[in-house]
């Protein structure tokens, strides 16, 4: 509790501040840090620290630049946050270029572009995320694993090696896929650590469920469609796998349950999850995986503003048609 005698505006009906929630982000993030560097060593830590260091640095550089900071203002977490958040959505073995592009695009782009923070209207880390993705298919493969993983070439963080196939995770068992013991992104693989960190959120206020709950039953409900699509069979089979391994539980926490760039009420915020859980399974099969998850949650980012807006406007016209007049 802050020691300040002023009182809050009088349209402010919470004292968590910015701060407050950038910094249970970081918190809630820490199993997935913490399971990221056990399963990828180094190199995941190398880049963790490069990507939150480099975001940070950007940041305060363009807000300088453009006068939106001064030396007095307070310490800015959301920095960390979102370059956290984008390198734990790398391959452990993406270079240090590639995720400094992914840094410069989400920082500069999508982030102080738009006023910095609390003021874009996308998702910094997913837009810049899915920038390399495009722009970089092949540099982006790096799925190291175990013994790969004892040792640290400079090298590879600088020269991008042989792009690696992607790994069959079907004789994987389900204890592997739910502890993330398989080759995959930093840290969106292990679904407890995830878990853990989405109830810390909700416990503190930094995330509504909404739209990751929405988001998740409606690829539950929808995935054999995508099945049809590919094999021309209605079919679950593989629904698993594709749940613990494809990063959706990780991008429905902390993307969908964003406070910044999603929905703030209820309707608005399921009819979001509802929208983005179908434009990822209809555009599975034909699109890669992360481009699949991380570009309907953009499409969504667009139009939080406008569902709100509308939600607003219907919940209104409910209260309105319930009134009688006894006059």
């Excluded at 310490?75 to 946050?81: I, K, R």
Aim: with cysteine; glycine share 8%.
């Amino acid at each position: 509790m802050s020691r300040d005698k002023r009182q809050l505006a009088p349209f402010i009906h919470t004292e968590k501040n910015a701060p407050y929630i950038y910094l249970t982000l970081l918190v809630s993030l820490i199993p997935c840090v913490v399971c990221g560097i056990y399963y990828y060593g180094v190199r995941a830590f190398l880049l963790i620290v490069f990507c939150m260091v480099s975001f940070a640095l950007s940041d305060n550089l363009i807000a300088r630049i453009t006068g939106r900071r001064t030396g007095d203002d307070y310490f800015d977490f959301s920095s960390l946050v979102e370059g956290l958040l984008l390198a734990l959505m790398l391959p452990p073995d993406t270079t240090l270029i590639i995720a400094l592009t992914a840094v410069i695009f989400a920082s500069v782009v999508t982030k102080q572009i738009f006023g910095g923070a609390g003021s874009n209207i996308l998702n910094p880390a997913c837009a810049g995320r899915l920038f390399i993705e495009l722009v970089f298919p092949s540099g982006i493969k790096g799925f190291s694993y175990g013994q790969d993983n004892l040792w640290l070439s400079l090298n590879s963080l600088v020269i991008q090696g042989r792009p690696a196939a992607t790994p069959d995770l079907s004789g994987f068992s389900f204890s592997e896929l739910l502890s993330g013991n398989f080759p995959a992104m930093i840290g969106t693989s292990c679904i407890v650590c995830i878990i853990i960190g989405g109830v810390f959120l909700t416990l503190k206020g930094s995330m509504r469920l909404y739209s990751p709950v929405s988001y998740i039953l409606t690829l539950l409900m929808l995935y054999p469609v995508s099945v049809l699509i590919e094999t021309g069979a209605f079919s679950y089979d593989g629904l698993i796998i594709y749940i613990l391994s494809s990063g959706a539980v990780f991008v429905s926490v902390f993307l969908l349950g964003d406070l910044t760039t999603m929905p703030s009420r209820f309707t608005a915020g399921v009819f979001a999850g509802a929208v983005c859980g179908i434009l990822t399974i209809v555009t599975k099969p034909f699109l890669s995986p992360m481009v699949s998850i991380l570009s309907p949650i953009l499409a969504v980012n667009f139009l939080s503003f406008v569902l709100d807006f509308f939600s607003k406007t219907l919940s209104r016209r409910k209260i309105r048609s319930r009134e009688v007049d006894v006059s």
